[in-house]
């Protein structure tokens, strides 16, 4: 197996040159680099990763160190360290302990005497006095003059040389309970935790019985009368609140369950957000009352509909409003159908043809909105030539000149 001599040789240059190129630490002539890369890769040659990781005090390898993999809460979080750690040229190493504590002593051994980075620890060691040795050793783990930093998963040792990612488990087992209480609408509920003793099953038990004393009827009944009372103070002196204020009351108090979507309604809009949410944010800062009749009006318990309801549907009053700008379509076009633009050759050509056109289109689509008038019909045409909708709808017998106003 080549070595870095080899490699020196073959590219007529110094052991420290080949150095200098494999590890990028200083200058190098564009010439000795273009010599050494090609006799790397004539002789094949590999560094020993160990070795000069020993000769740096840096081998980019982290040592994570569980009770089991087969505990379904590890997988996710050995996933993110894997993740996180190939975006920095790392590999993990990964031990499991089986909440054996004097395996874990030797498995934090066994990785300092192979040089790792740094140590991912789930430990298995409880608070007591034999415990204060082991930890204040994982404070002060090194490979040379260089520490062998130690991060703790789950919850945090008492030293101020180990960082700990934990979570607040008092808080945590507080929320879940409540939250099976309030929305789920469950009271007996169990609590399947560490050994009695076992610092992180103490908080979550703490946090279990929290939840049930605070979690009485009178408190529940209590916490939703206020919750009403702030929301029908909205409403007071014959205000009428905006939708949006509604949704923010309701979720403060958690009066009610709302779903997701709520939560991106209610924050400030962000760039290349959905447009169904932009759309909602908008629609709901109208007074509450509007909102009454508009879910009157989409649920047809109101006196006005629209032209593509049900087919045949008639109504006392029709308002026909033609507007090709607002319309943005380009099926049909009232400014051709009222001569208040030309048709275009495209549509000369089918007329003669005998194929379908706008016009014909728009035609039908105006027969249709009219009829279903029984008593009374306005029709309202935006345009810019407003003498040639009129001649147009004199001309063809639909309206006389006393039915039509121009503004």
């Given at each position: 197996m080549p070595n870095i001599k080899d490699v020196a040789k073959q590219?007529?240059?110094?052991?420290?040159?080949?150095?200098?190129?494999?590890?990028?630490?200083?200058?190098?002539?564009?010439?000795?680099?273009?010599?050494?890369?090609?006799?790397?890769?004539?002789?094949?040659?590999h560094a020993n990763e160990i070795a000069r990781g020993l000769k740096v005090s840096k081998t980019n390898r982290i040592a994570t160190i569980i009770t089991s993999l087969s505990r379904t809460f590890f997988s996710p979080i050995i996933e993110g360290i894997d993740e996180e750690a190939a975006k920095h040229d790392y590999s993990v190493l990964i031990a499991e302990t089986h909440d054996n504590i004097e395996q874990e002593v030797q498995l934090v051994d066994y990785f300092a005497r192979q040089w790792v980075d740094g140590i991912i620890l789930a430990s298995s060691i409880n608070d007591d006095e034999r415990a204060s040795s082991y930890i204040s050793r994982l404070g002060s783990l090194h490979k040379k003059e260089f520490p062998i930093p130690v991060v703790t998963l789950e919850f945090p040792l008492q030293s101020n040389h180990i960082d700990a990612v934990s979570i607040n488990n008092e808080k945590a087992a507080f929320d879940a309970v409540t939250y099976l209480i309030r929305q789920v609408h469950r009271r007996n509920?169990?609590?399947?935790?560490?050994?009695?003793?076992?610092?992180?099953?103490?908080?979550?038990?703490?946090?279990?019985?929290?939840?049930?004393?605070?979690?009485?009827?009178?408190?529940?009944?209590?916490?939703?009368?206020?919750?009403?009372?702030?929301?029908?103070?909205?409403?007071?002196?014959?205000?009428?609140?905006?939708?949006?204020?509604?949704?923010?009351?309701?979720?403060?108090?958690?009066?009610?369950?709302?779903?997701?979507?709520?939560?991106?309604i209610l924050s400030k809009p962000v760039e290349d957000e959905d447009k169904k949410v932009t759309a909602l944010r908008k629609a709901l800062i109208v007074p509450f009352n509007e909102l009454e009749k508009y879910s009157a009006y989409v649920t047809d318990n109101t006196q006005f509909a629209t032209h593509q309801g049900v087919k045949g549907l008639e109504f006392p009053r029709v308002m026909v409003i033609m507007d090709d700008t607002e319309a943005k379509g380009f099926l049909f076009s009232y400014e051709k159908l009222f001569g208040a633009t030309s048709k275009t050759e495209?549509?000369?050509?089918?007329?003669?043809?005998?194929?379908?056109?706008?016009?014909?289109?728009?035609?039908?689509?105006?027969?249709?909105?009219?009829?279903?008038?029984?008593?009374?019909?306005?029709?309202?045409a935006y345009t810019e030539n407003k003498e040639a909708v009129k001649n147009t709808a004199i001309s063809n017998g639909w309206f006389s000149a006393e039915e039509i106003e121009l503004l």
């Amino acid at each position: 197996m080549p070595n870095i001599k080899d490699v020196a040789k073959q590219a007529g240059v110094s052991i420290a040159t080949v150095s200098r190129v494999i590890n990028n630490t200083k200058t190098v002539s564009p010439a000795a680099r273009v010599k050494v890369e090609k006799a790397i890769r004539d002789l094949n040659y590999h560094a020993n990763e160990i070795a000069r990781g020993l000769k740096v005090s840096k081998t980019n390898r982290i040592a994570t160190i569980i009770t089991s993999l087969s505990r379904t809460f590890f997988s996710p979080i050995i996933e993110g360290i894997d993740e996180e750690a190939a975006k920095h040229d790392y590999s993990v190493l990964i031990a499991e302990t089986h909440d054996n504590i004097e395996q874990e002593v030797q498995l934090v051994d066994y990785f300092a005497r192979q040089w790792v980075d740094g140590i991912i620890l789930a430990s298995s060691i409880n608070d007591d006095e034999r415990a204060s040795s082991y930890i204040s050793r994982l404070g002060s783990l090194h490979k040379k003059e260089f520490p062998i930093p130690v991060v703790t998963l789950e919850f945090p040792l008492q030293s101020n040389h180990i960082d700990a990612v934990s979570i607040n488990n008092e808080k945590a087992a507080f929320d879940a309970v409540t939250y099976l209480i309030r929305q789920v609408h469950r009271r007996n509920i169990v609590h399947i935790s560490h050994p009695y003793g076992h610092r992180i099953g103490d908080q979550r038990i703490q946090g279990y019985q929290r939840a049930l004393r605070t979690a009485d009827q009178a408190d529940l009944l209590e916490t939703a009368e206020n919750a009403v009372d702030e929301l029908l103070f909205l409403w007071k002196d014959g205000a009428i609140p905006a939708c949006v204020d509604i949704l923010k009351v309701i979720k403060r108090t958690n009066l009610f369950s709302l779903n997701d979507r709520v939560d991106d309604i209610l924050s400030k809009p962000v760039e290349d957000e959905d447009k169904k949410v932009t759309a909602l944010r908008k629609a709901l800062i109208v007074p509450f009352n509007e909102l009454e009749k508009y879910s009157a009006y989409v649920t047809d318990n109101t006196q006005f509909a629209t032209h593509q309801g049900v087919k045949g549907l008639e109504f006392p009053r029709v308002m026909v409003i033609m507007d090709d700008t607002e319309a943005k379509g380009f099926l049909f076009s009232y400014e051709k159908l009222f001569g208040a633009t030309s048709k275009t050759e495209t549509d000369i050509k089918n007329e003669r043809d005998g194929k379908d056109t706008g016009i014909m289109r728009t035609t039908r689509l105006f027969y249709v909105a009219c009829t279903r008038a029984e008593k009374s019909l306005a029709v309202v045409a935006y345009t810019e030539n407003k003498e040639a909708v009129k001649n147009t709808a004199i001309s063809n017998g639909w309206f006389s000149a006393e039915e039509i106003e121009l503004l």
